[in-house]
């Protein structure tokens, strides 16, 4: 089962800053990586898939990149409502797998 | 638009089942997968399977292989999916989830299961 590490575990910015989130694979996924957007109480959010792909109606601000097993995710312009918790997710190998999320709050 | 409902909270006793649906609307149900993702408290998120429903084809994690099954009903434009052998670990939300195979663009509101003597 392939290993997704996430960091930093939090973040911690103001408004209008830019995000960096990093998450590794324990193998490589190819490009088979995504990332979701979580808030309390709700449910997962896709917000890039296959690396760098940005989901359905999902703004210009949310970057994916990366490709193997080092993967980031950038917020170019920090929203108030960005603040919430990323998680990756593998699917190269079966099963899919998350990382443990990183926790993007406000300063 | 597009939405996926699933069913309400249940409280189950060890040993016994669940069955938690999800109705798709707003989307072409044949054209998708729908897919079951859970997530207990302080616990990553966790595939269970999904179901291809245009075949009916599945995939289920091997961690879950011998106690679920995924079904859907077309003519309902809903998915099931049922977990046997309920054990406390089994506590968590379950969510739905509907796109191509591993890219789920619309989620379900999540199904709090609890699993309780």
């Known amino acids: 089962e392939i290993v997704l590490t996430q960091s930093p575990a939090t973040l911690s910015l103001s408004p209008g800053e830019r995000a960096t989130l990093s998450c590794r694979a324990s193998?490589?996924?190819?490009?088979?990586l995504a990332w979701y957007q979580q808030k309390p109480g709700q449910a997962p959010r896709l917000l890039i898939y296959d690396a760098s792909k940005r989901a359905t109606g999902i703004p210009a601000r949310f970057s994916g990149s990366g490709s193997g097993t080092d993967f980031t995710l950038t917020i170019s312009s920090l929203e108030p409502e960005d603040f919430a918790v990323y998680y990756c997710q593998q699917r190269s190998n079966w099963p899919w797998t998350f990382g443990q999320g990183t926790k993007v709050e406000i300063k | 638009q597009m939405q996926l409902v699933q069913s309400g909270p249940e409280v189950k006793k060890p040993g016994t089942s669940v069955k938690v649906s999800c109705k798709a609307s707003g989307l072409t149900f044949t054209s998708t997968a729908m897919q079951w993702v859970r997530q207990a408290r302080g616990q990553r998120l966790e595939w269970i399977g999904w179901i291809v429903v245009g075949s009916g084809n599945t995939n289920y994690a091997q961690k879950f292989q011998e106690r679920v099954t995924i079904t859907r009903d077309m003519s309902t434009s809903t998915a099931y999916m049922e977990l046997s052998s309920l054990r406390s670990e089994d506590t968590a939300v379950y969510y739905c989830a509907a796109g191509a195979v591993g890219v789920p663009n619309y989620w379900g509101q999540g199904t709090l299961v609890t699993v309780s003597s």
């Open positions: 193998q490589s996924v190819s490009s088979y």
